[in-house]
C-alpha cells in the first residue's frame, strides 16, 4: 500500500533541514520510511515488510489492537492532570507491585527511562544524604544532562568523568578481566566494585548509589554473571548507599523466565529502585520508578512536592494495564522463553561453522551475538557487523542493529511476539551471508577470517 504522503527523498531532504543532525536514522546511508506495521513487521511506502528484531519498545508487537482499543476509549472519555483523582494510576501501580518483590511498593509515574533514572538519582540523595554514584563502564542511563553524568557511553564522548562519579568494570564474562574460566567471576566483579568504593572513602567521598542495567544493553547485551547483584547490593549498602536496578531495556517478562531481569541474580536479591520504561507503554510514553516505602519517606520529608504533569495520566495508565493484559493472555514470556532459547541455540550451531562468531549469549528474546576478527584474541570485527546487517536490510528486508563498545555485537531484541519461524529466517539468512563472505574471501576487518 503506497503512502500518500510525502516522496521518501522529500520527507528525507524535509528531515535533513528541520530536524537536529544529532538525531540520527537507522541505515543512515539508505533509510528505511515506515508508514505502518503490525505485530513484528513494518511496512514501507512502497508495501515492503521488514521483519523488525530492533524494537523493544513495542514490547507485545507493533499496533496491537488491544492497546490501540483501550488507549482510544480512554483518550474518549478523559485524560488529565494527574493531580485529579482516578482509577487507573491506582490499578496500574497495583497490578505492577504484584510483580515485584513486596519491598518494592511505592511508585512514581513520569513519562520516559530518562525521568525514571533521574527521579531514581534524586531518590537515592535524597535518602542516602550522600552525592556519588557508581555506575558501570559503558553504561548508558539516558539523555537528561544528570544522566548523561552517569553513563560513561556518553560522557567519555563529550565533557568527561565527574569527580562524584566512579566506573566499575562492566561484568563482562566474555571478554573482560574476569571470564568464563574464572571459577567465581560473579565475585571478583561484586569485589571491583568493593575495592572502587573503598578508593571512594579513601577520597573523603561517600557513596549514594550504584546504577547497574539489569542487563548491559549498550555494554553489548551482557549477562550478569551469577551472585553478581547480590554481592554488589551488601558492598554498596554497608557504605550507605543504595542499589537501582535500570530495567528500561530488559523489563516487562523479556526474559521469558522472570517479569524482571534483575530477578535471574536469585530470589535472594532485591534491589532498593527500580526504573522502567520503554516496554511499559507498548511505544505510548510512560515509564515508572518503584522504590520501598523509607525511600520514598525520605523524599517526601524534604518538603518539596514531586509533580509529572503527564506521567501517570489516565491515558497512559490504561495503555499500560493493557500491556499487562496482553503478556499475560498471549503468554509472551512464554514465547520468549521457547523463541529465544531456539533463535540461541541456532546461533550456537552456526558458531561451530563460522570462526567471525565470538560469543552468542542471552537470555529469553535479549540476543547478543559477538563477531571477531579471530577468537583467541577477540579483535572486534566492527565492519563485518555493518556489512552483514546492511545485507540482512537490503536483502532479506530483516531489520537488525549492533551494539557493544566497538558496534560489534549483533542486538536482537524484537517485539515479544516473535515466533520460531522468524527466529530460523534471521538464522538461515545470517548463516548464507557468512557462507557467502568465507566463500568469496571478504574480509573488511583486519584479521576476518
Not at 326 to 351: C, P, S, T, W, Y
Amino acid at each position: 500500500m503506497a503512502s500518500r504522503g510525502l516522496k521518501k527523498e522529500e520527507t528525507l531532504a524535509m528531515r535533513e533541514r528541520l530536524i537536529g543532525q544529532s538525531c540520527r536514522l537507522f541505515y543512515s546511508d539508505d533509510p528505511v520510511k515506515i508508514v505502518r506495521a503490525r505485530g513484528q513487521y513494518l511496512f514501507d511506502e512502497n508495501g515492503k515488510r521488514y521483519l523488525d528484531c530492533i524494537s523493544n519498545v513495542h514490547h507485545v508487537g507493533h499496533c496491537h489492537p488491544s492497546i490501540t482499543k483501550a488507549a482510544v476509549a480512554q483518550m474518549d472519555l478523559l485524560n488529565t492532570n494527574t493531580r485529579f483523582l482516578h482509577d487507573n494510576i491506582v490499578m496500574y501501580a497495583d497490578r505492577l507491585a504484584a510483580t515485584l518483590p513486596d519491598k518494592l511498593c511505592v511508585f512514581y509515574f513520569v513519562n520516559s527511562g530518562s525521568e525514571a533514572n533521574d527521579l531514581a538519582l534524586r531518590l537515592a540523595r535524597q535518602y542516602t544524604q550522600h552525592e556519588d554514584v557508581i555506575v558501570l563502564d559503558h553504561a548508558y542511563h539516558g539523555h537528561l544532562v544528570s544522566l548523561i553524568d552517569i553513563s560513561p557511553y556518553k560522557f567519555r564522548k563529550l565533557a568527561g568523568q565527574k569527580e562524584w562519579v566512579h566506573v566499575a568494570p562492566l561484568p563482562d564474562v566474555y571478554r573482560g578481566k574476569f571470564r568464563e574460566n574464572h571459577p567465581e567471576p560473579g565475585q571478583a566483579y561484586a569485589d571491583a566494585v568493593k575495592d572502587l568504593i573503598e578508593d571512594v572513602h579513601r577520597k573523603g567521598r561517600k557513596v549514594s548509589a550504584i546504577f547497574v542495567e539489569s542487563l548491559p544493553s549498550v555494554g553489548g547485551q551482557i549477562i550478569l554473571p551469577e551472585g553478581y547483584s547480590s554481592k554488589v547490593a551488601e558492598y554498596v549498602h554497608s557504605a550507605g548507599g543504595v542499589f537501582v536496578a535500570d530495567e528500561v531495556q530488559t523489563g516487562f517478562g523479556r526474559v521469558g523466565s522472570h517479569f524482571w531481569a534483575f530477578q535471574l541474580q536469585g530470589e535472594g536479591f532485591c534491589p532498593d529502585i527500580v526504573t522502567m520504561g520503554k516496554p511499559m507503554g507498548n511505544g505510548h510514553p510512560v515509564a515508572c520508578v518503584a522504590t520501598t516505602v523509607e525511600i520514598a519517606g525520605a523524599f517526601t520529608a524534604n518538603t518539596v512536592e514531586y509533580f509529572n504533569t503527564f506521567g501517570g495520566n489516565p491515558v497512559s495508565c490504561a495503555i499500560g494495564l493493557a500491556v499487562l493484559d496482553v503478556i499475560e493472555q498471549e503468554d509472551l514470556r512464554g514465547n520468549a522463553m521457547r523463541v529465544g532459547a531456539h533463535l540461541k541455540e541456532l546461533f550456537k550451531k552456526m558458531q561451530t561453522r563460522h570462526e567471525l562468531i565470538g560469543d552468542v549469549r542471552g537470555v529469553g528474546l535479549f540476543i547478543g551475538v559477538e563477531l571477531v576478527t579471530e577468537r583467541g584474541k577477540k579483535t572486534p570485527a566492527t565492519k563485518t557487523a555493518a556489512h552483514i546487517i546492511k545485507r540482512l536490510k537490503e536483502e532479506d528486508l530483516i531489520c537488525v542493529s549492533t551494539d557493544g563498545p566497538w558496534d560489534n555485537v549483533l542486538k536482537l531484541k524484537p517485539p515479544m511476539c516473535f515466533t520460531v519461524e522468524n527466529a530460523e529466517l534471521v538464522a538461515q539468512c545470517f548463516d548464507r551471508i557468512l557462507t557467502d563472505m568465507k566463500a568469496n574471501d571478504l574480509k573488511l576487518d583486519k584479521e576476518d577470517i
